[in-house]
């Protein structure tokens, strides 16, 4: 794979990557709840491996009393 293919993933692959359904990413996609998406296709979507991971990041908490603080601000 060249650098600009894996730039990009798939539903697939991004579902994998997030160790989350596929469905869920769909979901997600209806709610504005997940990591931004491209789309590429009247059926196509990908999702930027950085964006991906700054999604996750900005979720990611030291324990339960921070997430509960963030969700408060």
Do not use: C, N
Not at 1 to 11: G, V
Not at 26 to 48: C, E
Not at 57 to 66: K, M
């Amino acid at each position: 794979m060249t650098q600009e293919t894996q730039r990009y993933l798939d539903e697939h692959a991004a579902a994998q990557r997030l160790k989350v359904a596929e469905r869920t990413l769909q979901r997600w996609r209806s709610t504005g709840d997940g990591p931004p998406f491209i789309r590429a296709g009247l059926r196509r979507v990908l999702y930027d491996v950085e964006a991906i991971d700054a999604w996750a990041a900005a979720r990611t908490f030291a324990h339960r009393a921070e997430e509960l603080a963030r969700a408060a601000a």
